[in-house]
């Protein structure tokens, strides 16, 4: 495909932060109904990047070993399930479990020094064992345990105190409600009892525990009536209280990735990636090979500047071990990231995504005022390429925290701008480089380039494709919600046609092109397509056609596609209107 760079990438704020306060900008979907947090409440949350998840509960105390064998399938906090163990064993662990090294404030303290912005506890994992007080039932931290105090309360107290925003992990299944229906993968249906049970304990932590900054819902497969009654029980008491998106049926105000997992592709609402320091388990695992304590660093500061570098929010575990300690080596990674993100926060905390698809040696963050680039790869020449950039003035270029290297001066020309960094091979792992600017940053990225006539084709692989997140369960597979392609075509009329298939019934789609919306009815499945006859606006976008497809509007969302897309065309249209 003849490829040229030619649009202007706009640059928009925080995008999701609209969608919060049911105003969606044209071409994004809209929540479902219900209060939602407002704009401020999240972009603090997004503004965060990074912050603390703690695996810690009943299966703390086996640590992923069950009648002296280790448990090597599936999580350690999973181990009743998985070795299986019987439901009276399990639980007998309560009076064991007498966690005297837990330190909520110096839980805080070891995420603060890792350059943590918040903090997200289990309050209840899929056993069903609650790690606060609980009136629901007596198998909690306080009614079934030495320790009789809650753990919850104890963290949610030393959070307060040192402005650390608090927020818990509630599992919407619980192994005692399973009735002979148990499922391996926890993408089991919820009751009504149980729903009613859950509904319950939502009250008491939202309601009990001070101010809560989300609350991470996981796991079960709810029906969408659920789904919203869990959402709108949070938001009743505790309106700003973000919801993850495992509360199933796009009700959450945050997408959530699979665990482990990273976007490939773009993404228009607030998100976060749950990861933990080794795949294999999130609780406490004691037989776990604890190595390479540098790579594993690295291996987190590079997960994390993925993250920030696609606009997401980095969620990463530790799991204490059943005494309440920190695992040593788990303490000293956060404390490791902490030491090379301390110089180089800006370039994280309270930025956008990178402008650009892709950068040869690394990745970027966008500030107010400051592009930052972070150099996974340095090039052998010492310069850095950021193709694409056109109309932007740049200020003396300057190295995040003292590595020795020197950065020389931003220059432009055709392909792009460019900047040389001497010494960049001593800098140490994952430099980091700031670019101020003046006004705004313009970046061109890679359009189609028409023909010899004219006429372009646009096919769906090389579209940018936006998907819905957290639908129906865990195994709930993405759906597209909007294709987005640039094409470097001048001014004029055009005849835009949608080759698609899958319409069992006459539908509507929405088109964009430029901003511009117009709906196009769509016929039952034939061979000519759709068309309908646009103009290019070179106000709106000056370097390229920016071409959109959605459902009609207002969407929202969960809403995808009507029909499965597989090109548009485009061609010179000299008819008139």
């Not at 530790?318 to 788990?330: A, K, L, R, T």
């Not at 000519?528 to 509007?553: C, F, I, W």
């Amino acid at each position: 495909m003849n490829m040229k760079k030619g649009c202007l990438l706009a640059l928009a704020a925080f995008a999701g932060a609209v969608q919060a306060n049911g105003m969606a900008p044209s071409g994004q979907p809209l929540p479902l109904a219900g209060p939602r947090p407002d704009v401020a409440t999240v972009g603090a949350w997004q503004a965060r990047r990074f912050g603390m998840f703690i695996h810690f509960g009943l299966f703390s105390v086996p640590g992923g070993v069950w009648d002296g064998k280790q448990i090597g399938y599936g999580y350690s906090e999973q181990i009743q399930s998985h070795a299986p163990v019987p439901a009276e064993q399990y639980e007998a662990l309560a009076k064991r479990f007498d966690p005297q090294k837990w330190d909520p404030d110096a839980i805080v303290a070891l995420a603060k020094a890792a350059g943590m912005k918040f903090i997200v506890l289990t309050a209840k994992h899929h056993d069903g064992f609650a790690m606060f007080h609980t009136k629901q039932n007596r198998y909690n931290i306080v009614d079934a345990t030495p320790y009789k105090r809650d753990v919850v309360k104890e963290l949610a107290d030393a959070c307060a105190r040192a402005h650390m925003p608090f927020g818990v992990y509630y599992s919407t299944i619980d192994w005692h409600w399973m009735h002979g229906q148990y499922l391996d993968t926890n993408s089991n249906p919820i009751t009504p009892a149980q729903a009613d049970f859950n509904v319950a304990q939502i009250k008491e932590l939202l309601g009990h525990y001070g101010p809560i900054a989300e609350i991470w819902f996981d796991m079960g497969k709810p029906t969408p009536a659920q789904s919203a009654r869990f959402t709108r029980a949070v938001h009743d008491l505790q309106p700003q209280t973000m919801v993850s998106g495992r509360v199933w049926n796009y009700q959450g105000d945050f997408t959530v990735m699979g665990d482990n997992q990273e976007p490939d592709v773009a993404m228009e609402e607030p998100w976060q990636s749950p990861a933990s320091i080794f795949p294999q388990t999130w609780g406490y695992r004691s037989w776990q090979q604890r190595d390479d304590l540098s790579g594993k660093i690295r291996e987190n500061i590079a997960r994390l500047v993925r993250v920030a570098s696609a606009g997401g929010n980095y969620l990463l575990n530790i799991g204490p071990e059943g005494d309440g300690s920190v695992v040593p080596y788990e303490a000293d990674v956060l404390r490791g990231i902490g030491d090379w993100l301390r110089p180089r926060g800006e370039a994280i905390y309270a930025t956008q995504a990178s402008p650009f698809k892709k950068l040869d040696f690394g990745y970027a963050t966008l500030g107010a005022h400051t592009l930052y680039l972070f150099v996974e790869k340095p090039p052998t020449d010492g310069v850095l390429r950021l193709p694409g950039v056109v109309d932007t003035r740049f200020g003396p270029a300057r190295l995040l925290a003292d590595t020795g290297a020197k950065a020389g001066t931003v220059t432009l020309d055709a392909q792009g701008a460019a900047v040389r960094i001497a010494r960049l091979d001593h800098a140490g792992y994952m430099p980091v480089v700031a670019l101020p600017f003046d006004g705004a940053l313009h970046v061109r990225p890679d359009a189609v380039s028409p023909d010899a006539n004219g006429a372009v084709h646009l096919e769906v692989k090389h579209a940018q494709h936006f998907l819905n997140y957290n639908g129906y369960g865990y195994e709930d597979p993405s759906t597209v919600y909007k294709l987005r392609w640039y094409t470097a075509i001048g001014a004029g009329h055009y005849r835009l046609t949608v080759h698609y298939h899958g319409a069992t019934s006459p539908t509507r789609l929405d088109v964009r092109v430029d901003g511009k919306r117009q709906t196009l009815p769509l016929a039952t499945d034939h061979d000519a397509g759709a068309s309908l006859r646009v103009q290019r606006d070179l106000r709106a976008q000056p370097y390229a056609m920016q071409v959109e497809l959605t459902p009609v509007e207002p969407f929202h969302k969960g809403d995808h596609l009507p029909v499965t897309i597989d090109a548009v065309d485009i061609v010179p249209d000299s008819s008139s209107p």
